[in-house]
């Protein structure tokens, strides 16, 4: 079946630590992908998207995602998190064409102090 | 901009009542959606619609009914509520129905079904 994949569920780092979250999809033809941040108590935002051109995307607060097509993945990078990135972030995708995003199941970052 | 708004905010059902979950956008947004978030399974698509008068069925319609009269107005109803449907559930919409555009998110409503 035709999914998007996050493996990590639950990651727990430091402040000043570096964060890389996975996010594989299984689709075939193109492909536009997000990432989406949930804070405690909110609704989901929009970190970045991707659907054309550098696949190395910037996003807000220093949040950056490689797209990389070879290994179906838009995997969630940022250098040095803080407290204030503690959050569920899910990965999504949609196939060009089509209205569906298709979301993974989520990863909940907790940053300590 | 009030953006995506969703009402109420939490509710408590027992098994068998009814009830419709409001969202509205003023946005003049052509494509709303409504998902259901549970633990471990991130956010799953129940119903969406492309524009005033058209809606189709995502991936776990079952037990839920929408209908689009308005470009605003994505209301969600739950005609006979069930414990497998307590969940959060989140109205979205987006400018048109292509695949690239951002979706905005409504703050969710909290539902339980005793």
């Known amino acids: 079946a035709q999914s998007v994949s996050q493996h990590n569920h639950h990651v727990i780092l430091s402040e000043a630590a570096s964060l890389e979250l996975g996010c594989n999809y299984s689709?075939?033809?193109?492909?536009?992908l997000f990432w989406y941040v949930q804070y405690p108590g909110q609704h989901l935002q929009l970190l970045l998207k991707?659907?054309?051109?550098?696949?190395l995307v910037k996003g807000i607060k220093g949040f950056e995602a490689e797209f990389i097509k070879s290994k179906f993945s838009f995997n969630l990078r940022k250098p040095s998190v803080q407290w204030s990135d503690t959050a569920e972030y899910f990965c999504?995708?949609?196939?060009?064409?089509?209205?569906?995003?298709?979301f993974g199941t989520g990863t909940r970052l907790k940053v300590l102090a | 901009n009030a953006g995506v708004t969703q009402t109420p905010k939490f509710q408590v059902l027992k098994t068998g009542q009814s009830m419709t979950l409001q969202c509205a956008q003023d946005?003049?947004?052509?494509?709303m959606s409504w998902y259901r978030q549970d633990p471990g399974m991130g956010l799953r698509l129940i119903h969406y619609s492309v524009g005033a008068g058209i809606t189709d069925q995502g991936e776990v319609p079952n037990g839920y009914n929408v209908s689009r009269s308005t470009t605003e107005d994505f209301p969600l109803r739950l005609l006979s509520a069930a414990p497998s449907q307590t969940s959060v559930y989140f109205c979205?919409?987006?400018?048109?129905?292509?695949?690239?555009?951002?979706?905005?998110f409504g703050p969710g409503t909290r539902l339980t079904v005793l």
């Open positions: 979205a919409s987006r400018p048109n129905p292509d695949s690239h555009n951002e979706q905005f």
């Open positions: 946005m003049n947004h052509e494509y």
């Open positions: 689709y075939g033809g193109t492909v536009n």
């Open positions: 991707y659907f054309s051109g550098d696949p």
């Open positions: 999504a995708v949609t196939r060009s064409g089509t209205y569906k995003y298709i």
